[in-house]
Structures are given as structure tokens and as C-alpha cells.
């Protein structure tokens, strides 16, 4: 878990200076958007919002607080906004308790003001952070001076490309002998996780900045085409998958946040809040119907997709769980984690219905709805489901295969090393991917166990 926010070992290129506000037009997305983000959004966002304004996105820039109306189109003289920062006395004068603004960001939101204080090209509900970080984000190393640790790997349909989380990129390698074959640019700082759609080649790419942006994208896979942003957030993106008709999206966020997107449209279709901490990861069961998200805050919750209603949480792990799958073939959910575990169980049986978490955990154990697989060395930290089987990576360093019905160990893959921090599978040419902490790559043989590859993630990098 801590891992997680370990520093990305990469110097970070100082982002371009800021477009000059001397003349023409004043934009909102470069110029207006940068100074609330860095002076403003800490007190009144997602997580404090003093005199209930919030300005965090430019609808709620635009939208009345405690006081009323904050901004005047047209009238900066009279935008409670601009007279708040400009005040002489400096108790009320906002950013509160901070230096004031520089008479460059003072001039240039008088001006955006004067000229209509318009959110031209943008999606006004767009979280500023998540603007800002996408219009300064440095590109990715040409050459990397040290791996980063792959949070995410993924095969695309044909078994043929495997997709790694790099430093903003994704980087696509072929899985046979450990070619780079592509670098997908213009991704946010870190990639926690990637799904490819099942119907068509298209790439789901959810990450951010800790603490600061998160971000859904879609892209083609092929180098060429710019990625979209589908989403952005106010804190790091940790789960991404596709409905099994690949027509929606679901994420899990740093925001306690689960979000579902139609695809076609873009649109949002749902906001689930009831996470006390982190969602780490986030599946749909086999006929879309129903989506598991797992939580640091110790639970699995599993929701009816179209409706978003709570259908059951699951209490049994006591620790952060980071990971969670849904099986095809028997429709179990096993999620796994902190305590070393996987859980096996069945959402239906344990559907939720009123009582204390005392009489749940009864009913759980009689009714052998739920069974756990021990012998980690360590917590699980990822977990892949494919026709009866479960592949976890452990920060014990191996990858291990359980058959869900026997819940026997059939295979063990790789040494005891630094952390198998990701998985990924193609049940096709029987393929098992790890992504190491240390931003080594493994490719073996699922049948034979025997490794057919091993390289480095990170281009310009020799091969370990
Ligand atoms: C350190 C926290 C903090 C920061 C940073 C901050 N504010 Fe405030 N803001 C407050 C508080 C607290 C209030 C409530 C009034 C007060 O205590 O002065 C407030 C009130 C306001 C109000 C009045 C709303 C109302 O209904 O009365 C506006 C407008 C405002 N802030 C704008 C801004 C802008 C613009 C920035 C960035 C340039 C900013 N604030 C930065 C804490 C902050």
C-alpha cells in the first residue's frame, strides 16, 4: 500500500511558462485555470469549501456561495471574486492567510472577467486540476535514467501486444521477445491500471498525479491517434474495466469515488460515494449486471450497475483490500489484499440485507458462501480471473495459480524478489505477464511454467 506513494524516480521537467496575458483574449483552460488550481481550489474544492463555494470546475467558479453571486461577466468592479483578492486589508483578502496574488494573475483575471469570464473549449463541469495537469504536462523521458514501478500490465485481444504502464506513456512491448513496439505519449504522470476494450482495439488508460489529478483515456493503440479524456478527477485514478458488451466504462479512485461512463456518448452515468477510503479496484460480473469495487477502507461492495444500488459488502478481510475480480465461470467475486488472503465468495448468497456485521459474519462462515486461500508471503496486490482459475501477484514477489474449485496452488512463477506489483493473462496463447516494483517485465508459459521473456519496461534502459 505504501508503495503506492513512493515519488516516481524521474526528474520532472519544469512545465512551460504560462501563455503571456498582455493582449488578445485571456484562456481559461491555460491561463484562468492555473491560478485557482494553485491558490484557491485547497479551501474551496472537493475536500474544504469555505462560504460553500467551491472552484473547482468552471461551473462551480460560476455558481453562487454563501455571499451570492461571485462573478459578474463583464464586471470585475463588481465580482465579489476579484474584489475579495484585490483587498487591501489583508484579513479578508483571499487566499486567505497567504500573499496576495501577483499583479500579473490579478490582471489577468480582472481581464478574463472584463471579457466575459468565458470557459471557451472546455467541458464546464472539467475538474481544473485534472485541465491544468493534462495542459502542462511534460512529455515522457525519450530515455528513461531509471525504470518506474509497473502498477499495471494488460494483453490486447489478440494476445500479441502487451500495454505497461510508463512515465507519462503506456508503453506497448511484444510479449514474445520483448520488443518495443510503441509508445503511447500524452498520458497523466502515472498509469495505475488499463483494460482493452473487449469488442473493439481500444485502450482505457486510468491514472493521475497522488493527490492532485486523476484521468480517464481512451486511446487507439496504434501510436497514432491523440488519446481522448474521457474523465479527469481530484485525486489518482486506481482501477479501470470495460463492461462485458464493451459498451461502459467503470473507474475506481484516490476519491473514494466508483464512476460509470457510457462510451459511446461519454457520458457519466454514475458517482458512487460509499467508500470511507481509497477504491483500489473495481470488476464487472460476467453479464454486466452487477460491478465489485474494493476499498482501503477494509470492504467490498458490490452495486447493481444500472441503478447503482448497494447489493452487498462484504466484511470479512479486516485490512485494506486492493484488488478484486469477478470469476465467469461461477460468477464469485475474489478480492484479496493487506491480510494475505484471497477471498472467494458469492455476492448473490451474501446479498445484503439488515442486520449488524456481528450476524453477517455468522451468516457468511454457516453458510460457506465464503472461503479463503492462505500461503502468501505477503500482501496480494493484484489478482487476474480466467475460466476457474485466479493468478495473484504478491509483494512476495511471485505470481501464484489457484484452482477456484479445489482451491488447490497449481503453479508458482518467478523467484521471490522485488514485488510482482501487476498481472495479466491471455487464456489464448496460455501467457502469464508480470510487471515487477522494480520495472522488470516476465513473460512464461502458463502450461510449462518456463519463462519465455524478461526485459526491462523502460526505453532506452538495458535489459536486466
Ligand atoms: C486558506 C484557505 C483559503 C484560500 C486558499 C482561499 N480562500 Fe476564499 N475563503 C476562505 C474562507 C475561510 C472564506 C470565508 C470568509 C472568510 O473567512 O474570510 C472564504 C470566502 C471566499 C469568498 C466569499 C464567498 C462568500 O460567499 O462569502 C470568495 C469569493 C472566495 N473566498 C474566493 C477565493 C479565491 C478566488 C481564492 C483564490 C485566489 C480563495 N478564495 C482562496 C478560505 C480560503
Redesign the pocket.
Known amino acids: 500500500m505504501v508503495k503506492f506513494l513512493l515519488p516516481v524516480f524521474i526528474a520532472v521537467l519544469t512545465p512551460a511558462a504560462l501563455g503571456n496575458a498582455d493582449d488578445g483574449l485571456v484562456d481559461f483552460k491555460t491561463q484562468v485555470a492555473p491560478i485557482?488550481v494553485e491558490?484557491?481550489v485547497?479551501?474551496?474544492g472537493p475536500k474544504k469549501a469555505?462560504?460553500?463555494?467551491r472552484?473547482d470546475s468552471y461551473a462551480r467558479m460560476m455558481a453562487d456561495?454563501?455571499?451570492g453571486k461571485?462573478i459578474e461577466p463583464g464586471k470585475p468592479d463588481d465580482s465579489?471574486?476579484l474584489e475579495?483578492?484585490v483587498q487591501a486589508e489583508p484579513t479578508?483578502r483571499?487566499?486567505?492567510?497567504?500573499d496576495p496574488?501577483s499583479e500579473r494573475e490579478i490582471t489577468t483575471l480582472r481581464r478574463w472577467i472584463e471579457q466575459g469570464a468565458k470557459g471557451q473549449g472546455i467541458e464546464p463541469t472539467a475538474d481544473l486540476a485534472g485541465m491544468v495537469a493534462r495542459s502542462n504536462r511534460p512529455a515522457a523521458p525519450v530515455i528513461y535514467r531509471t525504470p518506474v514501478p509497473i502498477a499495471t500490465i494488460a494483453f490486447n485481444q489478440s494476445g500479441e501486444e502487451l500495454a505497461v504502464g510508463g512515465y507519462h506513456e503506456v508503453t506497448v512491448w511484444d510479449p514474445s521477445s520483448g520488443k518495443l513496439l510503441r509508445r503511447l505519449a500524452g498520458m497523466a504522470q502515472r498509469t495505475q491500471a488499463l483494460a482493452y476494450s473487449p469488442k473493439a482495439d481500444l485502450l482505457a488508460v486510468a491514472g493521475g498525479k497522488p493527490g492532485e489529478s486523476g484521468e480517464l483515456a481512451l486511446i487507439v493503440p496504434d501510436g497514432q491517434t491523440p488519446p481522448r479524456i474521457l474523465a479527469t478527477a481530484s485525486d489518482l485514478l486506481l482501477g479501470v474495466a470495460f463492461s462485458p458488451d464493451g459498451s461502459m466504462l467503470a473507474t475506481a479512485g484516490a476519491d473514494r469515488t466508483v464512476r460509470t461512463y457510457d462510451l459511446a456518448s461519454g457520458k457519466e452515468l454514475l458517482q458512487l460515494k460509499q467508500f470511507a477510503d481509497w477504491v483500489t479496484g473495481i470488476a464487472f460480473d460476467r453479464e454486466g449486471v452487477s460491478i465489485a469495487a474494493s476499498s482501503s477502507d477494509k470492504l467490498v461492495k458490490v452495486f447493481e450497475v444500472r441503478t447503482g444500488k448497494l447489493q452487498t459488502t462484504y466484511i470479512l478481510h479486516n485490512e485494506p483490500v486492493l484488488t478484486v475480480g469477478f470469476d465467469c465461470e461461477s460468477n464469485k467475486v475474489v478480492s484479496a489484499g493487506v491480510d494475505r488472503k484471497l477471498h472467494v465468495w458469492d455476492p448473490k448468497v451474501i446479498a445484503a440485507e439488515d442486520g449488524t456485521a456481528a450476524l453477517l459474519e455468522d451468516r457468511f462462515k454457516k453458510e460457506l458462501s465464503s472461503k479463503t486461500i492462505e500461503g502468501f508471503g505477503d500482501e496480494i496486490l493484484d489478482v487476474v480471473l480466467s475460466r476457474g482459475f485466479v493468478f495473484s501477484a504478491s509483494a512476495d514477489g511471485k505470481v501464484r495459480q489457484h484452482d477456484l474449485k479445489t482451491s488447490n496452488l497449481l503453479k508458482t512463477f518467478g523467484e521471490s524478489g522485488d514485488w510482482a506489483y501487476s498481472v495479466a493473462i491471455d487464456s489464448e496463447s496460455k501467457r502469464l505477464a508480470v510487471g515487477g516494483f522494480d520495472g522488470s517485465v516476465r513473460v512464461y508459459d502458463i502450461e510449462t511454467g518456463r519463462e519465455i521473456v524478461h526485459f526491462l519496461a523502460a526505453p532506452g534502459l538495458d535489459r536486466p
Open positions: 485557482v491558490h484557491c485547497a479551501c474551496h469555505f462560504a460553500n463555494y472552484v456561495s454563501d455571499a461571485n465579489l471574486f475579495l483578492i479578508g483571499m487566499p486567505k492567510n497567504s496574488l
